[in-house]
């Protein structure tokens, strides 16, 4: 077991804060001195920025609600990056896989949307594959906490500002916030008319339009936002079974809001929203084969052997960017989200009083071929859920000048997953799994599985309650203590049904046969039934100790004890785990130290921050994925690792040198290993040495230790036409995240090598947003990277393939 005393902790924490210069943002979007950002009268006066919190080259504010109530990033002890609405559109980032482009701290991965890995300091979700029974990072839109990470995978629409809040954010936040959470809030409805859109096309077929339209239905009573997106592009892959392209990519987004001020110390604001995203995809690419264990044994019933059985069909070629696969079964990545939220702001005098309640759907529709090959073996193999929560919160927020501020409420969250699986085999299923060495006959196997199909249902329950408060309390001028506590009590439950509903009846077949396709069909999907419970009592809290050392200098240190709800595992579970042994997951339990410093320079020009972190996890959940015994098919049960350990650095840059120029960078190093993890799932190429391993030590799956940013923003002006001044712009960023492997098991076939992403725009607009013409590219040099890699046990590598170069342009007006 690999611990670690406080002592080392402080001397790490000590040696990070004062070995780099501190962290920014660029010119961030910023708010009108001492106005709310929750307030009819807020108004953007600067530039976006990608880093962390920052002010522009003028002085202006970035306001983030990091602590639910409005205060500048700069006096937030809390790592923050902030993510503009003038970021978005320079770098023309419309979805949260692109954002973490600028935001090293963020890694997002994802085979489909349900199947999405979102972590922040290397802590989250480190399996793209999602277990229904189990949670994720916390994801925020609108202070309403958002169930499935599906609901982040849509297009972004009409936003003022993300924040990426790193480390445990659990006392304000909530559920599923011990590495972070990501809060996004969108632009309210104005009472001065407004009007701003755009359209742009590109190669692969793509073209984007986007426009948002708000202003008064009655003066400085009710006004009201509509906004809305179109996003189409053809597919990135070809399938050459069914010649046609996959990875394509359709979303349909809109949202209306209103806001009604019925008097100036009141406002109410209801929004509503629809999404629609459909995707011909997934479609695996074969990337890599190993026929041999890694001490050079021949691998039993291996991917070779298999596809020589079936003279028509040829091994496919090893060429993964080439971008073909060769899938013949149906699949598809469909959803639907949408939902209604209310929020009153009362402003009582000395304190605001917040009330937020939501109700949100998620409908997600797949399907998937489950061999990936253009034998018709696994035809089916996909979970559809239907996902439905409410939620309320109230809270109240002091709003004076005072020695002390607050923050207390009370939050309640209810989530039912439904869950609809399939499984179904074809004709070939029998002789590509029947092991050469089986002593049931292949008429057994095709008997078993040939038109074999398994239904199952699940519907994991949760009811959460929670009570927090916060305080701070500036007992000397320039230093300031922060405390808080969450209580939460949460109830969990449900259940698992599987039933075969299609496939030869075995009972009709002779005794004999009858019992070995019995044999055959319990390796795949047996009938399985039950269900499951358990409840949970936590606390969560933090202390901070803050020193303004400076009129722009601000140093911190905090102290935080996080939990993450348990998880329930409602799956097909693997022979051997007994559903009372493993049904219930335990929570997580966070031990997190923090020391970091901010900083401007030069009259607000220079903005640097830092932050050095060390979190200690016991009972880390993670999703364990395993393939089934001479089959292709994988099951996939949570469980708890004993210990994780994520610490690092993180520093970021920015510079405005003048209000035609500003640059930024921002580093992320984390070091986010197994602290204790002896029993370990073996990586295919050792399984025939042992079933398990020890993994302590090892880095997490789907995390760079190394990550950076680089980017920057200049215009020149080009003189006046038609009485408006008119300037040349233009926009790079560069994105480098270092090797890191993406298998549980550590599998070296799962290793992705080192790579950066480069974006450019080049363009011409108005100085009063009029007109706006750029050309842009996103892979800039056309990198070939991987996003995911999956070894199987029968020695075949599929991956998920990183986006081509893309190449477009982009008209935008703004009234």
Do not use: C
Not at 505 to 533: C, H, I, K, M
Not at 568 to 596: F, H, Q
């Amino acid at each position: 077991m690999n611990r670690f005393s406080p002592d080392h902790r402080l001397k790490f924490l000590l040696g990070a804060a004062l070995s780099l210069p501190a962290a920014p943002a660029i010119a961030a979007e910023t708010i009108e001195a001492g106005a709310s950002s929750d307030s009819a009268g807020e108004r953007a006066v600067g530039a976006a920025t990608a880093a962390a919190s920052a002010a522009s080259y003028d002085g202006a504010e970035i306001i983030v609600s990091a602590r639910r109530r409005d205060e500048s990033a700069q006096d937030v002890p809390i790592a923050l990056s902030v993510v503009g609405s003038e970021t978005l559109e320079a770098t023309g980032n419309y979805t949260l896989t692109q954002i973490q482009q600028i935001v090293p701290s963020l890694q997002v991965f994802s085979f489909n949307p349900r199947n999405t890995n979102i972590n922040i300091r290397g802590l989250g979700s480190n399996v793209a594959l999602t277990n229904d029974g189990l949670d994720g990072v916390g994801f925020y839109v609108d202070n309403v906490y958002f169930g499935r990470v599906g609901q982040s995978q849509f297009d972004l629409v009409d936003l003022r500002q993300i924040e990426v809040l790193r480390g445990p954010q659990g006392t304000l936040f909530g559920k599923n916030t011990t590495s972070g959470a990501i809060n996004i809030t969108s632009k309210k409805p104005s009472f001065d008319p407004e009007f701003s859109g755009e359209a742009s096309v590109g190669d692969y077929g793509y073209y984007q339009l986007r426009g948002s339209v708000s202003g008064p239905l009655i003066d400085d009573l009710l006004a009201v936002r509509v906004s809305g997106a179109v996003t189409e592009r053809r597919g990135f892959l070809y399938n050459r079974t069914q010649s046609e392209r996959a990875q394509d990519y359709s979303n349909w987004s809109v949202r209306g809001q209103l806001l009604f001020t019925p008097t100036p110390d009141i406002e109410a604001r209801i929004i509503g929203d629809f999404s629609r995203q459909k995707q011909n995809h997934v479609l695996n690419i074969f990337a890599d084969y190993f026929g041999t264990y890694e001490n050079g044994a021949a691998i039993p019933n291996n991917f070779a052997e298999r596809a020589a059985r079936f003279p028509g069909y040829a091994f496919p070629a090893i060429d993964p960017f080439a971008r073909y696969g060769e899938a013949d079964s149906h699949y598809q990545s469909n959803m639907d989200g949408y939902g209604v939220s209310g929020q009153v702001d009362w402003d009582i005098g000395g304190a605001r009083l917040t009330s937020i309640n939501a109700y949100r759907w998620w409908d997600w529709n797949p399907a998937n071929d489950g061999d990936s090959t253009s034998l018709p073996i696994t035809t089916k193999a996909q979970q559809a859920n239907r996902q439905r929560q409410f939620s309320q919160e109230i809270r109240l927020a002091s709003d004076s000048d005072g020695p002390i501020d607050y923050v207390v409420g009370a939050y309640y969250f209810w989530q039912v997953i439904r869950g609809r699986g399939g499984s179904a085999y074809g004709p070939a299923a029998g002789l590509w799994n029947r092991p050469a060495t089986s002593p049931i006959p292949l008429a057994a196997w095709d008997a078993a599985l040939d038109g074999f199909e398994a239904n199952s249902t699940s519907d994991p329950r949760t009811k959460s309650y929670a009570l927090f408060g916060q305080l701070d309390w500036k007992f000397i001028d320039r230093l300031t203590l922060t405390a808080g506590l969450r209580y939460t009590h949460e109830k969990m439950s449900g259940s698992f049904v599987q039933v075969h509903v299609a496939g030869i009846d075995l009972s009709t077949l002779p005794a004999g046969l009858a019992a070995q396709a019995t044999a055959v069909r319990s390796q795949f999907n047996p009938v399985t039934r039950y269900s499951t419970s358990f409840k949970d009592n936590s606390v969560s809290g933090l202390a901070t100790l803050s020193w303004q050392f400076s009129d722009d200098a601000l140093a911190y240190a905090t102290y935080s004890r996080g939990n993450k709800s348990g998880g329930l595992n409602l799956t097909n579970l693997p022979a051997g785990l007994r559903p009372e042994d493993v049904a219930a997951v335990e929570p997580e339990k966070v031990d997190s130290y923090e020391l970091g410093i901010k900083s401007e320079w030069f009259d607000k020009r220079v903005t640097m921050n830092v932050a050095g972190y060390w979190t200690e996890i016991r009972d880390y959940q993670t999703a364990i994925t395993e393939q089934v015994q001479n089959s292709v098919n994988v099951r996939q049960y949570i469980a708890n690792i004993p210990g994780v350990r994520s610490r690092g650095v993180e520093g970021d840059l920015a510079f405005a040198p003048s209000e035609r120029a500003s640059f930024y960078a921002s580093v992320a190093y984390a070091d986010t290993t197994y602290s204790d993890y002896p029993n370990a799932p073996q990586a295919p190429e050792r399984l025939n040495i042992s079933g398990i391993q020890d993994l302590t030590g090892k880095q997490l799956p789907g995390v760079p230790k190394f990550t950076y940013t680089l980017g920057g923003d200049v215009s020149a002006p080009l003189g006046n036409l038609g009485g408006r001044d008119l300037s040349l712009y233009g926009h790079a960023d560069y994105s480098h995240r270092s090797a890191f492997n993406t298998s549980s098991s550590d599998s070296r076939y799962a290793d992705i090598s080192a790579y950066g992403i480069a974006n450019a725009r080049i363009g011409i607009r108005t100085d009063d947003g009029l007109f706006d013409l750029s050309l842009w590219a996103r892979n800039l040099f056309d990198e070939d990277y991987f996003q995911t890699l999956s070894a199987q046990n029968s020695g075949i590598v599929t991956a998920l393939i990183g986006e081509p170069r893309t190449i477009g342009a982009t008209l935008r007006t703004r009234l």
